[in-house]
């Protein structure tokens, strides 16, 4: 079966597992199991749990907010829901034994934005709303390591923004029961994603915060997550993640940092 590895999704020697990642604020959880468990190629997997985030967004004097989140993963061939994040699944390419490409189409709820009571600094802004996202995902599965790329768009119409993800990750199994995986990667976001988010606008402005107009910029990370495996049923995972903003993102007078860090923790109990 195909087992993805980190940052969308991970996998333990015959053990079912979850990956959590943060995008924009919204804490995800993307799944992956083992043929010991369930293959989805072949049955249906079941799978129920709950996951927390600590995770701080970059705007001014907001706090670092703790989210719980209760974790549903639903997987066969045909498609996957997963937390906040649906997948259609398209026919793949294997290209050898060891070298396979993976389609799919994606739909997923993203958590950015604020409330102007939200911090001092946002005391008169209007409302920036999250959004349901959608597009494509291509992920390349090869002996070195896996490459994974995505591009969605804001099909809610909120910021009518678009992002393009490209992570690169690699695995390594450390006994019977525990994985770690590594990951680097880099997101673009366009000028629309960063102005709705990160700008000001006219009616907006006053003292100490100015009008602002963001343009598109990349933003990076690195991460690191492990799985401790107890049995084919129960799985916990740790993952922690630090992020560097686009510098029209650091920018913003709504900023006050060029990074942030978020550390997840989740527990899947596989039927």
Not at 4 to 15: I, V
Not at 60 to 77: G, M
Not at 188 to 208: I, L, M, P
Request: proline share 3%.
């Amino acid at each position: 079966m195909r087992c993805r590895s980190l940052f969308l999704s991970g996998c333990a020697a015959g053990r079912g597992v979850v990956v959590t990642l943060l995008i924009n604020g919204t804490l995800m959880f993307v799944p992956a199991t083992q043929a010991s468990v369930k293959d989805p190629q072949k049955a249906t997997v079941w799978g129920l749990g709950v996951g927390v985030t600590s995770s701080q967004k970059p705007y001014i004097d907001v706090d670092r907010d703790t989210s719980v989140l209760p974790l549903l993963h639903v997987e066969n061939r045909y498609v996957k829901f997963f937390g906040t994040t649906l997948e259609a699944k398209l026919p793949g390419i294997t290209l050898s034994e060891t070298n396979n490409l993976h389609f799919g189409i994606i739909g997923r709820w993203d958590g950015a934005g604020y409330e102007s009571d939200d911090s001092w600094m946002l005391e008169g802004m209007e409302k920036r709303k999250g959004g349901l996202w959608a597009g494509g995902k291509i992920e390349w599965q090869t002996s070195l390591l896996n490459i994974n790329a995505d591009w969605t768009h804001d099909v809610s119409g909120n910021s009518k923004g678009q992002q393009l993800s490209l992570v690169l990750d690699r695995s390594w199994q450390i006994g019977d029961h525990l994985s770690i995986t590594p990951r680097i990667g880099a997101t673009w976001y366009d000028s629309k994603y960063v102005d709705y988010y990160y700008g000001v606008r006219s009616h907006e402005v006053r003292a100490g915060r100015p009008r602002y107009h963001g343009g598109a910029g990349i933003g990076a990370e690195a991460g690191l997550q492990s799985v401790y495996s107890f049995n084919t049923h129960h799985s916990l995972i740790l993952d922690a993640q630090m992020s560097r903003f686009p510098s029209d993102v650091k920018d913003s007078p709504l900023v006050d940092r060029s990074s942030s860090n978020r550390l997840s923790l989740g527990y899947v109990y596989y039927f």
